[in-house]
């Protein structure tokens, strides 16, 4: 597929891979939690809001031992707080209960945690344990689509689509620069189409 050679050449050029992920963490749980505070919200707000919330509670112990009420003032910014603070703790003690304070790699695994999906699951497969992995969040839903790479609606189908047509040591780069492209470029409202690099491809069929 030429088109898709080209496509993900245009994106490497705009959007050199560095590896690093948006959300800030230093531990695999950090990242996971931090992934699961991002529903609904920014990740400069989670952002924010971890750098204080990991100094508060700096092991899972410390979240799975703690008043929820507390864990909910740490992450009232993220929005939807008491459902997020209550899976925030239950996925502390399941993982210090069923896994020894390690956090799984397999898909199953993870996605049996409170208030973790397949996007949750593949950000955590694709940088702690660099598994090739399609993270579908609302940019990659969006380009992909405007793109033609796509021709779904619903998360779980768009990402087996990309994962037939995109070579899978793309995978993990790919997220990172759609994402990037939807912030800066193609936005929802009023994309920038006039000096949009990729606007050649746009709208075009998979072909």
Not at 59 to 85: P, Y
Not at 156 to 177: D, G, S
Request: hydrophobic share 40%; proline share 5%; glycine share 6%.
């Amino acid at each position: 597929m030429p088109r898709i050679a080209d496509i993900l050449t245009t994106l490497e050029s705009l959007y050199p891979f560095d590896g690093k992920c948006f959300l800030n963490y230093s531990t695999p749980w950090q990242l996971l939690f931090a992934t699961i505070l991002s529903a609904q919200c920014t990740d400069a707000c989670v952002n924010s809001v971890t750098a204080r919330l990991f100094v508060e509670f700096p092991t899972l112990e410390d979240f799975a031992a703690a008043d929820i009420r507390e864990i909910e003032n740490g992450v009232k910014q993220t929005g939807f707080f008491r459902v997020k603070a209550r899976h925030l703790q239950e996925t502390a003690r399941k993982l210090l209960h069923e896994y020894g304070g390690q956090v799984p790699s397999a898909i199953e695994q993870l996605t049996a945690l409170g208030g973790v999906g397949r996007k949750t699951a593949n950000v955590v497969r694709g940088h702690i344990y660099k598994i090739p992995s399609i993270v579908v969040d609302t940019h990659v839903k969006r380009v992909s689509n405007r793109l033609g790479l796509v021709s779904q609606s619903d998360p779980v189908k768009i990402e087996l689509e990309l994962m037939e047509i995109l070579p899978q040591e793309n995978w993990i780069a790919f997220n990172q620069q759609i994402i990037s492209h939807g912030r800066k470029t193609c936005t929802a409202r009023k994309p920038l189409c006039a000096g949009c690099e990729l606007q050649i491809f746009c709208g075009n069929p998979v072909v």
